[in-house]
T-cell receptor, first 114, second 116 residues
Framework: AQSVAQPEDQVNVAEGNPLTVKCTYS??????LFWYVQYPNRGLQFLLK??????LVKGSYGFEAEFNKSQTSFHLKKPSALVSDSALYFC????????????FGSGTKLNVKP | GAGVSQTPSNKVTEKGKYVELRCDPI?????LYWYRQSLGQGPEFLIY????????DSGLPNDRFFAVRPEGSVSTLKIQRTERGDSAVYLC??????????????FGPGTRLTVL
């Protein structure tokens, strides 16, 4: 079975500092990994995905994620956090046996303080 | 253009009642998904449509849940004999291409269902 885990319920960072939101995965094959962001009362918005290729994936709003096969991780990063980045972030993996299905992590609340 | 819309945004009902939740996908998107997001959790897959047919309903929790998409556009998620445990935010997403290709899901804002 495929799954992702987000070990931190909440991450606090000061504006201008780098941020990392952690995600580890468990898949039986090559993973298709995604990051989404959810603002209050709004739908999830796609940030970036890893399918294959370069381990460092660049996405929307200056975010990037690093795929690390040996550590089975796909951490979300941004060099300089903005207060407007404060939101709920979800890591997700696509089921390799059933591409219709995505498995989401439980989410990490990012708080960026001025 | 317009994104995915869902109505109502909030629905409060009593235990045992029947509810319908509506999703309007982005025009032209053939794939449509329903997810359920319980408090403090990530979205949980319920059902996937490719066109008019339910290609995968393996995430529906039981036979009280049913979804249709009769014309390949708007979809309705139907819940019979609602239970308090059905309280959650129900999310709809649509995408442009076949799931076997590289694509992106666009999510609606969700319907918050509260069963009293």
């Amino acid at each position: 079975a495929q799954s992702v885990a987000q070990p931190e319920d909440q991450v606090n960072v000061a504006e201008g500092n780098p941020l990392t939101v952690k995600c580890t995965y468990s898949v039986s094959g090559n993973p298709y990994l995604f990051w989404y962001v959810q603002y209050p009362n709004r739908g999830l918005q796609f940030l970036l995905k890893y399918i294959t290729g370069d381990n460092l994936v660049k996405g929307s709003y200056g975010f990037e994620a690093e795929f690390n096969k040996s550590q089975t991780s796909f951490h979300l990063k941004k060099p300089s956090a903005l207060v407007s980045d404060s939101a709920l972030y979800f890591c997700a993996v696509r089921d390799v046996d059933n591409f219709n299905k995505f498995y989401f992590g439980s989410g990490t609340k990012l708080n960026v303080k001025p | 253009g317009a994104g995915v819309s869902q109505t109502p945004s909030n629905k409060v009902t009593e235990k045992g009642k029947y509810v319908e939740l509506r999703c309007d996908p982005i025009s032209g998107h053939t794939a449509l998904y329903w997810y359920r997001q319980s408090l403090g959790q990530g979205p949980e897959f319920l059902i996937y449509f490719q066109g008019t047919g339910a290609a995968d309903d393996s995430g529906l929790p039981n036979d009280r849940f049913f979804a249709v998409r009769p014309e390949g556009s708007v979809s309705t998620l139907k819940i019979q004999r609602t239970e308090r445990g059905d309280s959650a935010v129900y999310l709809c997403a649509s995408s442009e291409r076949d799931p076997w290709s590289d694509y992106e899901q666009f999510f609606g804002p969700g319907t918050r269902l509260t069963v009293l």
